[in-house]
């Protein structure tokens, strides 16, 4: 069995609105376990955003979508939005392939995430609209 290629999470703690977690190299069956951890700490660390940048990401696996889906549950158990950054390319087609472009805020850049309104946390009350006034 071979050692993980150039596999990387860098998670240096949230901040009070928002926790980056940035992710390198393979993200299959060896390594989805770090990256699992790393997203539950992130999720559960209090920030009101959690922006998982798979930027460095150069292959996905089931295993890792799965972590994704994961977290994506328990984002809405914390009332924390969960933000995938993924720009063009095989990981981003997966992504789509699957439908999981549906079930994540996706952004082709970190900066485009930072610079994207607030949502409502899943499972929060929509709020009244004007439109019938």
Not at 33 to 49: I, N, Q, T
């Amino acid at each position: 069995m071979s050692e993980p290629a150039d596999f990387c999470v860098e998670f240096p703690g949230p901040s009070e609105d928002v926790a980056v977690l940035a992710v390198a190299g393979e993200l299959d069956i060896h390594t989805s376990p770090e990256f699992k951890e790393h997203l539950v700490s992130a999720v559960e660390g209090g920030a009101a955003r959690v922006i998982v940048d798979l930027t460095g990401v150069t292959f996905i696996d089931s295993s890792a979508l799965g972590a994704l889906i994961g977290g994506a549950r328990r984002s809405a158990l914390n009332r924390t939005e969960l933000m995938i950054v993924c720009p063009p390319g095989s990981v981003a087609r997966v992504i789509d392939l699957t439908g999981l472009h549906r079930a994540f805020a996706v952004y082709p850049t970190r900066d485009k995430a930072l610079g994207a309104p607030a949502s409502p946390p899943a499972g929060a009350p929509e709020e009244p609209s004007d439109a019938g006034e």
